[in-house]
Nanobody, 113 residues
Framework: QVQLVESGGGLVQAGGSLRLSCAAS????????MAWYRQAPGKQRELVAT???????NYGDSVKGRFTISGDIAKNTVYLQMNSLKSEDTAVYYC???????WGQGTQVTVSS
């Protein structure tokens, strides 16, 4: 079965960086379209970034220029490099296989101001 395991979340000061990982099993991420979403308390889940066939990337307006999505085929893992973090980036971040029902369990990112 498909499993997505996120890691790399934590507490960081504003202006800092974190790298999230999404280790996939039961699916080859580079043959799919993958996404990172986030959900802050009391808010709807928000699309952060997508990567399709490990080539085509897209970003939400709020993270453009600060976040980078990438993939490692050998590790079957998708990453989200987050730089210049802001307090409004605080949320639970989820990995998702687009156009499917497969989601990871989420990893908490907290940015202190």
């Amino acid at each position: 079965q498909v499993q997505l395991v996120e890691s790399g979340g934590g507490l960081v000061q504003a202006g800092g960086s974190l790298r999230l990982s999404c280790a996939a099993s039961g699916i080859i991420f580079s043959r799919n379209s993958m996404a990172w979403y986030r959900q802050a308390p009391g808010k709807q889940r928000e699309l952060v970034a997508t990567i399709t066939n490990n080539v085509i990337t897209n970003y939400g307006d709020s993270v453009k220029g600060r976040f980078t999505i990438s993939g490692d085929i050998a590790k079957n893992t998708v990453y989200l490099q987050m730089n210049s973090l802001k307090s409004e980036d605080t949320a639970v971040y989820y990995c998702h296989v687009r156009f499917s029902t497969h989601w990871g369990q989420g990893t908490q990112v907290t940015v202190s101001s």
